[in-house]
């Protein structure tokens, strides 16, 4: 699709701002059904061409739910778009309200209009599994709180009969419940999508690459169609190292970035820890490196990103991974 138009969005919760970005006409509508069709409405009396405009809007997550149903559904093309990078692009700004914010929106897409990609419809059950995956962490996170709770009260001598405690152990058994049938849930839709629960197994057969880190990978990727290879997702988790020099007067050493989705950040961490444990090769790897004198965070780094690049490589190929370490006598 050719695009010669571009509209502007910006959503919140109850309200949805639109500005189009060729004569910067502007219109709120309610982030409804109602609201949506009051759009429609709209683009016809300014004559947009819809099959050849991009809605441009921010990542918001729930909040575009809907919206972007609505627009598959009319077969209307959208993009989002990762919030810093339209802020970094107006420079110095002051003010902001929606109708602000939805101008500069369609600002940055008429800018950016040859280098934005129309976002492809998701597997719903990918989606589905990234609803239950974040409603399990946040409860997990939760339950982690009560536990810590539980440890001080008993720390200063609060028995576990006394309500402080007892009112919190009560908290945790239905957190442990919900997480389960999370789960649960999580586990059935994996074993329905046949493709899903192939890429899952395969990942699971990378050591240190468990149940969680699995999901997240296939979630966060889109069932490994978002990115095209390797190097793309690294930088998406933040593990990617980039050169940091200018002339002759800078010569810092190469650094990861800190815009990251910070939370399979972690979960690789986690996996390049249980890796340094279990997988010979890596093992061997960190303390050879760390020994010479080399920065172990520097190192679990590495780690990281051989784990990315296998990760990729059993889904390429289809096959699960297989260790091939030959301890040199």
């Known amino acids: 699709m050719k695009v010669q138009q571009i509209i502007g969005v910006d959503l919140s919760k109850k309200s949805i701002d639109l500005v189009y970005a060729l004569n910067n006409n502007h219109v709120k509508i309610d982030n409804s059904m109602i609201g949506f069709t009051q759009m429609l409405d709209w683009v016809g009396q300014q004559k947009i061409d819809l099959t050849k405009t991009l809605f441009v809007m921010e990542h918001t997550g729930l909040y575009s739910y809907c919206f972007e149903d609505f627009l598959r559904q009319y077969h209307i093309a959208f993009t989002k778009v990762n919030a810093l990078s339209i802020k970094r692009s107006m420079g110095l700004v002051r003010g902001k309200n929606d109708k602000i914010d939805a101008s500069r929106i369609a600002a940055y897409g008429s800018e950016k209009r040859n280098k ?61 419940r919900q997480i389960q049938l999370l789960e649960a849930e999580i586990k059935a839709i994996i074993e329905k999508e046949e493709s899903i629960k192939q890429n899952f197994n395969l990942l699971q057969s990378i050591k240190g690459v468990g149940k969680v880190v699995a999901t997240a990978a296939i979630i966060k990727t889109n069932n490994f169609t978002r990115f095209n290879n390797a190097r793309k997702f690294s930088c998406f988790c933040g593990t ?25 950040k972690t979960l690789l961490d986690l996996a390049a820890k249980s890796a340094i444990q279990y997988d010979k090769e890596l093992r061997e790897y960190y303390l050879k490196r760390t020994y010479s004198g080399k920065s172990k965070m520097s190192t679990i780094n590495i780690i990281r990103n051989k784990i990315l690049y296998r990760m990729f490589a059993v889904i390429k190929r289809q096959t699960p991974f297989i260790e091939n370490y030959l301890q040199v006598a």
């Open 116 to 176: 934005l990609s129309i976002n492809e419809p998701g597997n719903p059950q990918v989606k589905r599994l990234q609803m239950l995956n974040s409603t399990r962490r946040r409860l997990v996170k939760q339950r982690a709180g009560l536990i810590c709770a539980i440890k001080e009260y008993k720390h200063i001598g609060i028995l576990d009969k006394d309500i402080l405690i007892r009112s919190q152990l009560t908290m945790r058994d239905g957190f442990d």
């Open 240 to 264: 990617a190292p980039f050169e940091h020099s200018s002339g002759t007067s800078i010569r810092g050493k190469t650094r990861v970035s800190h815009l990251a989705d910070k939370e399979m």
